[in-house]
């Protein structure tokens, strides 16, 4: 048995450990937060490479609801369904992220005091950051949050990326993700690499004013044993992902909340 199959079933074993434990331990009251009316913009949310509205549409629902002041758009950028073709359709990749940079664009000169912020998963956090990077010069978002997002760990978010984004960025990883450590080596990243992916454990260097969460056991209280389908829990989401909405929220802040 070679080395890469045998850490693939210590692996597995860990997962379903983790999965009995979850089952035993049951899943922590999280408290909801107030509605946060104060900050008025737009959320679009990016999913994975089988481009499933209803992949998102649990965390849509909760954003709405907590920040009333924000516009939530669940937004397809590939074939629903075909996830290898989305995954290796490159030059669509850029073509789209491009059109939906536009589109951005609009908004912010349209609405100038509005704020603007970008969520990806897995596929869609790729896509994110092709967006963002494609952003005209004196555009920028506010937020960019990435969750298990399957691209490059040499990727160059620090020059590419975070010279667009005004407030902080969030990176959510697990190293107990297959789709993007096991899967992204045989099939490749959203970049053209075949190898582990930031959303396994990050990117090579670290990043100012991005915040890098990675998994840990505590979280299987929140449903999320560390596998990929797991960010869909909502109990995560509520405790995880919400808080960085929050009108007052730094990236100091928000390091508290989640490590506390």
């Known amino acids: 048995m ?52 209803c992949e998102l549409a649990g965390m849509s629902e909760m954003l709405t609801t907590a920040y009333p002041g924000l516009s939530v758009e669940v937004r397809i950028w590939g074939t629903p369904r075909q996830d290898h073709q989305n995954l290796r359709d490159h030059e669509n990749h850029w073509r789209v992220a491009g059109d939906i940079a536009a589109e951005l664009t609009a908004y912010a000169r349209e609405h100038p005091d509005h704020t603007i912020d970008v969520v990806g998963y897995s596929g869609g956090g790729a896509m994110a950051l092709f967006t963002v990077a494609a952003l005209p010069e004196g555009v920028s978002i506010d937020r960019l949050v990435l969750i298990a997002p399957a691209i490059s760990r040499p990727f160059p978010i620090e020059s590419e990326v975070m010279p667009k984004v005004k407030d902080f960025a969030v990176l959510y990883s697990s190293v107990l993700d297959r789709p993007v450590s096991f899967g992204t080596l045989l099939f490749g990243t959203m970049d053209r690499r075949r190898q582990f992916s930031a959303g396994w454990c990050g990117f090579w260097r670290k990043v100012p004013r991005l915040l890098h969460v990675r998994w840990s056991p505590a979280r299987i209280q929140e449903r999320h044993w560390g596998g990929h389908a797991s960010y869909m829990s909502l109990c995560w989401q509520q405790r995880n992902l919400l808080p960085a909405f929050g009108s007052r929220m730094t990236i100091e802040r928000l390091c508290e909340i989640l490590y506390r």
Request: glycine share 14%.
């Open 2 to 53: 070679g080395p890469r199959r045998t850490i693939r079933l210590r692996a597995d074993a860990l997962g379903l450990l983790l999965g009995l434990a979850l089952v035993a331990a049951g899943c922590r009251t999280v408290q909801p937060l107030p509605p946060d009316a104060t900050r008025v913009g737009k959320v679009l949310l990016l999913p994975g490479v089988g481009n499933l509205r």
